[in-house]
Antibody, heavy 119, light 109 residues
Framework: QVQVLESGGGVVQPGRSLKLSCVIS????????MHWIRQAPGKGLEWVAA????????FYTESVRGRFTISRDNSKDTVSLQMDSLRPEDTAVYYC????????????WGKGTTVIVSS | EIVMTQSPATLSVSPGERATLFCRAS??????LAWYQQKPGQAPRLLIH???TRATGIPARFSGSGSETEFSLTISSLQSEDVAVYYC???????????FGQGTKVEIK
């Protein structure tokens, strides 16, 4: 059975940092592209970042490039999102999702972790 | 960047009736489109990939069609448990960005 568990969300002041983590089981983690997708309150889905199966390729949406860093540890089936210089507009539920080897679409999703950026 | 436009914003359908949702891409995607269902308070769930291939465990009442720039998702006989927001997502190119539509909310009439 596939299980995805995100952690690390919380309330943080603008300009501060937060690190999200996601552990996934029941899939061949080391073969899968992993994504982070976020959803601001009352809004739609926004793709944030992706990392290829071996960590060789890392990709970001324009609004977070240079502030967020995605990483993975295949020995621990874990993907992380380091979020620096947080802004109020980063407030959202952050979902971790697995997308298979090709990485194009997300077939396994976590329940999400909430990030609130507020003074 | 590819722009995905979904219509209508909200769809009200009687139980047992057909619901058809639309998704338009700003450039040709071939068949590189996925659909997701997000029920209230839940994470999204993959319904369709490759424009028309149902994901594992998805009921047969969900079907996808279309290609290039015009796509649709049909729920052949709406059930109460189908109340949700439905999103399309393009995956024309690697590497990302990947783009979602703004969503269509399906409700029971």
């Amino acid at each position: 059975q596939v299980q995805v568990l995100e952690s690390g969300g919380g309330v943080v002041q603008p300009g501060r940092s937060l690190k999200l983590s996601c552990v996934i089981s029941g899939v061949t983690f080391s073969r899968n592209v992993m994504h982070w997708i976020r959803q601001a309150p009352g809004k739609g889905l926004e793709w944030v970042a992706a990392i290829e199966y071996d960590g060789g390729g890392k990709f970001y949406t324009e609004s977070v490039r240079g502030r967020f860093t995605i990483s993975r540890d295949n020995s621990k089936d874990t993907v992380s999102l380091q979020m620096d210089s947080l802004r109020p507009e980063d407030t959202a539920v952050y979902y971790c999702a697995s997308a298979g080897y090709l990485g194009y679409y997300m077939d396994v999703w976590g329940k999400g972790t909430t990030v609130i950026v507020s003074s | 960047e590819i722009v995905m436009t979904q219509s209508p914003a909200t769809l009200s359908v009687s139980p047992g009736e057909r619901a058809t949702l639309f998704c338009r891409a700003s450039e040709s995607l071939s068949y590189n489109l996925a659909w997701y269902q997000q029920k209230p308070g839940q994470a999204p769930r993959l319904l369709i990939h490759g424009a028309s291939t149902r994901a594992t465990g998805i009921p047969a009442r969900f079907s996808g069609s279309g290609s290039e720039t015009e796509f649709s998702l049909t729920i052949s006989s709406l059930q109460s448990e189908d109340v949700a927001v439905y999103y399309c997502q393009e995956y024309k190119m690697w590497p990302p960005p990947l783009t979602f539509g703004q969503g269509t909310k399906v409700e029971i009439k």
